[in-house]
């Protein structure tokens, strides 16, 4: 009797162990943040814009100070017809992508170079660090001074403010590696080569892909700064000549395609960053 009754136990409690496993599968569920839902980051600048237009409708805001966004783009427009706001966007794209291209070369060297050497390490860590430490702004008298108030400044400037991130976060992950895949590379007999093509660039990967993006960002904020030292076209200069003259449209215009590059070229290194690693399992993926 009491065998039949274990047995009748045993055979109930069977058909939870299905509903057991989906609650826990659903409890995990409910941790995660949920599908990624498409172009999610376009909202908090939508509704941006759509404050915009309601409080300039509603004449909340003071014309001279903030311009209604049809105003802008009626600005926009007109520059564009005339010639102006293309040529300087082209100036503008070519010193961000002088100044960036520079950077990137340099930041990926010398973390290599840092985070796979002892000596390496000790004779570039402490120099960048302490070049972090500089504003890198307050530079800009002493590069005038040694090479000119032409476009090489401008663009040793920004080559200066990409590499930063793109080093630090770089080296960081080197730095991060797990010293077991190191050993799995001994054990297995990997050369130097294999061993930085197979172990160590896919573990820098993620902290470069983070740098990268600041290194993006961290040029358009040096570029605006810079093109209204000495600079007869960009959209910098453009936006220094309205402040001369009062036009608060103007320099919305130039803002209004600086955020735009911003956005796009942040979005762009995002998508190669999936790309690249999609064999990673985290919470955004």
């Known amino acids: 009797m009491t065998a039949v009754t274990t047995t009748t136990h045993t055979s109930a409690a069977?058909?939870?162990?299905?509903?057991?496993?989906?609650?826990?599968?659903?409890?995990?569920r409910r941790l995660a943040p949920g599908r990624r839902l498409p172009a999610t980051r376009l909202v908090g600048p939508a509704a941006v814009l759509a404050l915009w237009v309601?409080?300039?409708a509603a004449g909340l805001l003071d014309p001279g100070?903030?311009?209604?966004?049809?105003?802008?783009?009626?600005?926009?427009?007109?520059?564009?017809s005339e010639g102006t706001l293309p040529d300087d966007i082209?100036?503008?794209?070519r010193r961000a992508a002088s100044g960036f291209a520079i950077g990137l070369t340099?930041?990926?060297?010398?973390a290599l170079a840092s985070g796979l050497t002892r000596t390496g390490e000790a004779?570039?860590?402490?120099?960048?660090?302490?070049?972090?430490?500089?504003?890198?702004?307050?530079?800009?008298?002493?590069?005038?001074?040694?090479?000119?108030?032409g476009e090489t400044f401008k663009i040793a400037i920004i080559a200066i403010v990409v590499y930063i991130p793109i080093y630090l976060n770089t080296h960081a992950a080197l730095s991060g590696i797990d010293s077991r895949f190191v050993e799995l590379a001994e054990v297995q007999g990997l050369s130097k080569p294999r061993f930085i093509r197979e172990v160590v660039i896919p573990g820098a990967l993620p902290g470069f892909f983070?740098?990268?993006?600041?290194?993006?960002?961290?040029?358009?904020?040096?570029?605006v700064v810079l093109e209204q030292i000495n600079a007869t076209s960009g959209l910098g200069y453009l936006m220094f000549q309205?402040?001369?003259?009062?036009?608060?449209?103007?320099?919305?215009?130039?803002?209004?395609?600086?955020?735009?590059?911003?956005?796009?070229?942040?979005?762009?290194?995002?998508?190669?960053e999936r790309r690249v690693l999609s064999w990673r399992r985290t919470l955004s993926s």
């Open 14 to 28: 069977a058909p939870l162990a299905p509903a057991e496993e989906a609650h826990q599968v659903r409890r995990r």
């Open 54 to 56: 309601a409080a300039s």
């Open 65 to 80: 100070a903030i311009p209604a966004p049809w105003t802008v783009l009626e600005t926009g427009t007109r520059l564009w």
């Open 90 to 93: 082209l100036t503008s794209l």
């Open 106 to 110: 340099v930041g990926i060297l010398l």
């Open 123 to 149: 004779l570039i860590d402490g120099t960048v660090n302490l070049n972090r430490a500089i504003p890198t702004l307050g530079l800009i008298p002493l590069f005038i001074l040694w090479l000119g108030i």
């Open 210 to 223: 983070v740098g990268l993006r600041l290194g993006v960002t961290g040029s358009w904020l040096g570029l």
């Open 242 to 272: 309205a402040q001369n003259y009062g036009q608060t449209d103007v320099i919305l215009v130039g803002l209004v395609v600086y955020g735009v590059f911003g956005l796009v070229s942040d979005s762009a290194v995002r998508i190669v």
